[in-house]
């Protein structure tokens, strides 16, 4: 039986960085360009100066998370893939996180309580 070496992502919060998980600057900036290029743009965003910020958000609750800032009025990007899993018994199309742990979300910092 293979074994397989899962390598841990790394995790940060906006505006933090947590000592025991380090940020590896190359893959964040490779994050951050995905993110500019594919998220949507709106001319009421560009008047006044919103803009995008990756939000570490608990595993697995990432669409939870941007169902509720949604709810809220913020305009959230969200990129899904579609993975085909397959179990013992069947096989299935789960919808899953492009960036697991990850919501984008367009907001004025400065207006944020």
């Given at each position: 039986?293979?074994?397989k ?13 947590r ?95």
């Open positions: 039986m293979d074994v070496k899962i390598r841990h992502r790394p995790a940060a919060t906006v505006g933090t960085v000592e025991s998980h380090q940020v590896d600057r190359r893959n964040w900036l490779a994050v951050v360009k995905v993110v500019q290029e594919l998220a949507p743009k709106s001319a009421e965003a560009e008047k006044t100066r919103d803009f995008w910020y990756a939000l570490y958000v608990r595993p697995r609750f990432e669409k939870l998370v941007h169902y509720q800032l949604a709810e809220k009025g913020y305009e959230t990007f969200f990129p899904t893939y579609v993975s085909r899993r397959k179990w013992s018994d069947r096989v299935k199309s789960l919808c899953l996180p492009l960036f697991p742990g990850y919501v984008f979300c367009r907001f004025d910092i400065r207006l944020v309580d």
